[in-house]
Structure formats: structure tokens, C-alpha cells
């Protein structure tokens, strides 16, 4: 569903509807169609890595060089998923990347709804989940578990940032037993960052219940926490002391020009990061963005948090996205790691979605990320 708001739908959890296996993962379409497609891939990517901006800042060993890695395989052989995951883990390392998120979703009805719960289709199960975070940590990438309530209700203004439950107690249990399910499994799994929420913006207020909730995860997860404020939000949580880092996503409006220039989307950085660094700088906090990233088509400048736009494939001005991102970003003292939705898909040109993977962004993504060590 397209949005004219700027708060966001539930993009992390429907964008990816599209059924994949591991054979359309690899082979994206006939093979004169994907020789065509590579060839074009090959020559926009040798563009884009002559025009790169200079050498990105140097970054300790513990800052976080992020990816979220898509857990949307619709083949139900858990074998077959695990082989798609353990190939896509492979790029996200070659990519240069030291961390990567999964997002793990829980199903509520309705906005008014008190019950959230897990559902087939919508839930990843736990032991494919354990799998992957092994298979990660195989690979030497640290892991950073992302819980997201997944809302059936679709409809315009309606989103996990509006719900407001019939009995707010039932619903915050639900919640509690939602988080500390989680919180056990990254404990037990050596997960090094966990996440208490995501864009609860009707709930971020209730500090007594976020203070309660943090502490009973603290007392059964032993590493650091971080919640994933909307980038329009940031400052309504009430709870950012309780947590170790602030986290955000950053799907900032760039710029609504056709074809506008690095440096023209660079400004468009200008009020967000004037804003964010005031606040962060005031209160002694650092911060990490727990989603960035820019659906391939025309309008994901204008409205990076849309990713169902009509609009036509725009690979190039993804890539200007990336670049001003890094550029804006690179050498921020409190920006603490970076999480790139997300890594999954196909490798085309004509391919809409947010990923990177085999588009131009890729080469600017890459050299940040390595080039940065």
C-alpha cells in the first residue's frame, strides 16, 4: 500500500511477498534475460565505483557495519532455507559487513487488539532462527535480534505506531512474554544487540512499563540493549537511559526532484542531522541506525520509507542515495553502526525493492564498509 505520511507502514514485514526458492534466488530469470541483466549490472557498478567519494573515516573493530538479512524464503524445506540463508550470509560478509540484524515478527490483529502472538507464515521459527544466528556467528558477523509487531489491520494512517489496545494490561503482557521469548534466545544464542521494540510510537510514553519491561530483560540477557525509534520520533521514548545506545531508523525525505544530484539528496540529510545531533550532543547519547536503506525506483528518494510506490526501477538514483548517506554519515564521533535494509532478493536492474545486492549501491556500500577498517 502506498503512504502520503511520513510515518512508515509495516515495511519491514510485507515487503518481501514475492515467492522465492532457492532456485529463482540464484536464477533470477531465463538465462539470456539474466546475461542481459548482468552485463548492464556489471557496467552501471564500473560507473558508480569510479565516481566514489573519498576514503570513508577509519572505525574501530566495535563499530557495527550492518545488514539485515531478510528471512523471506517461501520454500518450507528447512534444509533448502538454510542453504539460502548460509549463501546470502556468504555476500553479506564478502560485502565487508561485521553485524547483521534479523527482524523477528509476532502477529496483532488489529490496532485495538490486546493479544499479539506467533503466527505461521509471519513467525520464523525458532529453530531455523538459532540456525541462522550459528551460521552467522560461523562467519565471524556479530547478530542484532530486531523484534517487530507484525499488524494484519492494512489500511491508510493505521500501523504498529498507532495501537492503542482495548485492555493495556493484557496487551503489555502479551508484549513482556513477546520481548523476553526473544531475549532467551539471544542470551542462550551470544546475540550481541537486542532490541526491547520498534516504532511503538502510541506507546513510548508509558515509562513505567518500558522501566519494568528493560529490567526483566536485564535480569535474563546479559549483553547490550537498544530500541528502533521512528527517524521523526526519536526524542518522545522515555526510556533511553534504561537502554546502552539509541537506536533509530533513518528513512529521512532526501529530495523530491526527478533526478537530483549527490550533492542536491546530501541536503536534504540537513535538518534531520542538525536535529538529531543537537539532541544527541545535549543529552551524551550515541546512537546507531537500526534501518536505512532506499527502494530501487523513482520516487525512493522522495519517500525512502515507501516501498510499494508506482514508480519505475531507478537503480542510479539508489546508488545516489547510498552515496549521500555515506558521505553525510561516515565520519559522525556519536553514529555507533549503521543496519542496511535489507539483503534479499534478486540480482537485477529491474528489481524495485530495497536491497543493494547486485545493484550499483553495492560498490559504494562495499567500500564503506571495508575501506573503513
Request: aromatic share 12%; proline share 5%.
Amino acid at each position: 500500500m502506498a503512504c502520503s505520511r511520513k510515518t512508515p507502514p509495516n515495511k519491514t514485514t510485507t515487503e518481501e511477498s514475492t515467492p522465492v526458492t532457492r532456485d529463482n534466488l540464484v536464477h533470477a530469470s531465463q538465462a539470456i534475460l539474466l546475461q542481459a541483466q548482468q552485463r548492464g549490472l556489471q557496467q552501471a557498478t564500473a560507473t558508480w565505483s569510479s565516481q566514489l567519494f573519498a576514503r570513508p573515516e577509519q572505525r574501530n573493530d566495535t563499530w557495527q557495519r550492518g545488514i539485515s538479512l531478510g528471512l523471506f524464503a517461501s520454500t518450507q524445506d528447512p534444509e533448502e532455507q538454510r542453504k539460502i540463508y548460509q549463501s546470502l550470509l556468504d555476500e553479506i560478509k564478502q560485502a565487508g559487513a561485521t553485524d547483521i540484524s534479523i527482524v523477528v515478527r509476532w502477529r496483532q490483529d488489529t490496532v485495538h487488539s490486546s493479544k499479539i502472538y506467533q503466527d505461521q507464515g509471519i513467525t520464523v521459527p525458532d529453530e531455523l532462527l538459532i540456525q541462522v544466528l550459528q551460521d552467522a556467528h560461523q562467519r565471524g558477523l556479530r547478530t542484532f535480534l530486531l523484534p517487530i509487531i507484525w499488524l494484519k489491520e492494512r489500511k491508510m494512517g493505521v500501523w504498529r505506531g498507532t495501537i492503542a489496545p482495548q485492555d493495556e494490561n493484557a496487551w503489555w503482557k502479551d508484549y513482556e512474554r513477546f520481548i523476553m521469548h526473544y531475549a532467551q534466545i539471544a542470551e542462550q544464542n551470544q546475540v550481541s544487540l537486542l532490541s526491547v521494540g520498534s516504532e511503538l510510537l502510541s506507546m513510548e510514553t508509558k515509562k513505567e512499563r518500558w522501566d519494568t519491561l528493560i529490567s526483566k530483560v536485564r535480569a535474563n540477557y546479559s549483553h547490550k540493549l537498544t530500541y528502533s525509534a521512528n527517524w521523526d520520533h526519536f526524542e518522545v521514548p522515555t526510556f533511553w537511559d534504561k537502554l546502552d545506545v539509541v537506536g533509530l531508523t533513518a528513512y529521512q525525505e532526501l529530495s523530491k526532484q526527478p533526478d537530483p544530484s549527490v550533492k542536491e539528496l546530501q541536503l536534504g540529510w540537513r535538518s534531520f542531522t542538525v536535529r538529531l545531533n543537537t539532541w544527541a550532543r545535549e543529552n551524551q547519547f550515541h546512537y546507531i541506525f537500526t534501518e536505512v536503506g532506499y527502494p530501487s525506483h523513482a520516487k525512493g528518494a522522495a519517500y525512502p520509507w515507501n516501498y510499494s510506490a508506482n514508480a519505475a526501477p531507478a537503480p542510479n538514483l539508489q546508488a545516489k542515495c547510498y552515496q549521500s548517506m555515506m558521505q553525510q554519515w561516515h565520519a559522525d564521533p556519536r553514529l555507533d553502526g549503521v543496519y542496511i535494509w535489507n539483503w534479499f532478493g534478486f540480482k537485477s536492474l529491474q528489481d524495485r525493492g530495497y536491497t543493494p545486492r547486485g545493484k550499483p549501491a553495492q560498490a559504494i556500500l562495499e567500500r564503506w564498509y571495508k575501506e573503513s577498517m
